[in-house]
């Protein structure tokens, strides 16, 4: 298993960087939300964990999901997170929870199930987090039931499917090639 270059981190960062800006006009969206009942808002949260499969299924390689999650997290606060300084232990654990499931499959599986388990381990890292702050002790049994089926399931939609068909769409247009070859030949070519 080949290491992060250079590259492939300044990539990273890049790839957070953009997501860092959709984070930060991510909350009030969900705000938005949370005037509707049944916590609605759930179904957007997804969004959340998106930098870290979308930075994996392009670089291809380990400790990219959870660089790329925490440097989303750091850019949102550096923007001016209405979460303040949270955002960052959260992005640090669902960056983890991504990380997880790809070092599970040996970093080998890059498939529409693998990153939708992605998507839902990142939710999974943000209820330790919600669990820690200690507010889900305050939510009745179905209401808590609500909020971790929505919440696994925006994980699943939005940092799994979406973000799958969006590398799909981004792999059509050759971007990729520069940072993982379509042949060996090109391959080679570039570790020459």
Do not use: C, H
Not at 23 to 39: E, T
Not at 94 to 118: H, R
Not at 119 to 138: Q, T
Request: aromatic share 14%; net charge neutral; glycine share 8%.
């Amino acid at each position: 298993m080949k290491r992060l270059t250079l590259t492939d981190i300044l990539v990273t960062v890049i790839i957070a960087v953009v997501f860092a800006v959709v984070y930060r006009l991510w909350g009030p969206v969900n705000d938005s939300l949370k005037l509707f009942p049944l916590q609605i808002n759930e179904l957007m949260y997804g969004m959340w964990f998106i930098a870290a499969t979308v930075a994996f299924l392009i670089i291809r390689k380990p400790g990219v999901a959870l660089i790329a999650e925490t440097a989303a997290a750091s850019g949102e606060f550096i923007v001016g997170s209405q979460y303040g300084l949270e955002v960052l232990i959260y992005g640090v654990m669902q960056g983890l929870g991504a990380e997880l499931v790809f070092a599970f499959f040996f970093y080998k599986s890059f498939s529409l199930m693998t990153t939708s388990l992605a998507g839902a381990a990142s939710a999974g890292g943000s209820f330790i987090m919600d669990w820690n702050r200690g507010y889900m002790f305050d939510l009745v049994g179905w209401n808590l039931t609500l909020v971790l089926v929505l919440r696994t399931l925006s994980g699943i939609l939005i940092a799994g499917v979406f973000a799958y068909y969006l590398v799909k769409a981004l792999e059509k247009t050759g971007v990729t090639d520069l940072l993982r070859p379509s042949s060996k030949a090109d391959l080679e070519t570039l570790e020459k």
